[in-house]
């Protein structure tokens, strides 16, 4: 099925539809260091984040021609969820590699950098 003609309000952050792959480097105080592998796909859902373990986000900042840089306005979580306060998330695309980082506050957690990750294109957006 073809895909619906993308927003005009969502041609700024254009350059991260597609799949990406590579790896990345985390840590959480419960956890400590940790590395991991990751592929990662943006598809056009809209402006809201939800999360399969009860985390929805909502999230403002800026975007330039190769950057995004927001922070949740709003966290919302289920029953269940992990009381999350506060997340960051800047993306930023340096030829064919997209650099992200991720900064989590939870309920007695200041705010901590939780992820960081270096991904290449897996696939051009046209193949998807
Ligand atoms: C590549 C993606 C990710 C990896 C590999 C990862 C990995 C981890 C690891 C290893 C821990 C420590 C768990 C423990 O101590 O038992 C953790 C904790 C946590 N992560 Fe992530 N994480 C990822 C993405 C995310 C994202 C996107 C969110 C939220 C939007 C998130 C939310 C959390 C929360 C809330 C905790 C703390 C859980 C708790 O203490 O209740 N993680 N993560």
């Given at each position: 099925m073809d895909e619906p003609a993308?927003?005009?309000?969502?041609?700024p952050i254009a350059f991260l539809?597609?799949?990406?792959?590579?790896?990345?480097?985390?840590?959480?105080?419960?956890s400590g260091p940790f590395r991991y592998?990751?592929?990662m796909s943006f598809e056009q859902v809209g402006v809201v984040l939800a999360h399969p373990l009860g985390i929805v986000e909502v999230a403002e900042g800026?975007?330039?021609?190769?950057a995004i840089d927001?922070?949740?306005?709003?966290?919302?979580?289920?029953g269940t969820g992990s009381p999350?306060?506060?997340l960051r998330?800047?993306?930023?695309?340096?030829?064919?590699?997209?650099r992200y980082e991720l900064e989590m506050a939870m309920r007695e957690v200041p705010l901590t950098r939780h992820?960081?990750?270096e991904l290449k294109r897996a696939m051009p957006a046209e193949e998807r």
């Open positions: 993308l927003h005009p309000d969502l041609e539809l597609g799949t990406w792959a590579g790896e990345g480097e985390g840590d959480w105080p419960s592998g990751e592929e800026s975007v330039s021609a190769n927001v922070a949740s306005t709003a966290v919302a979580i289920t999350v306060t506060e998330r800047r993306f930023e695309l340096e030829g064919n590699v997209l992820l960081k990750g």
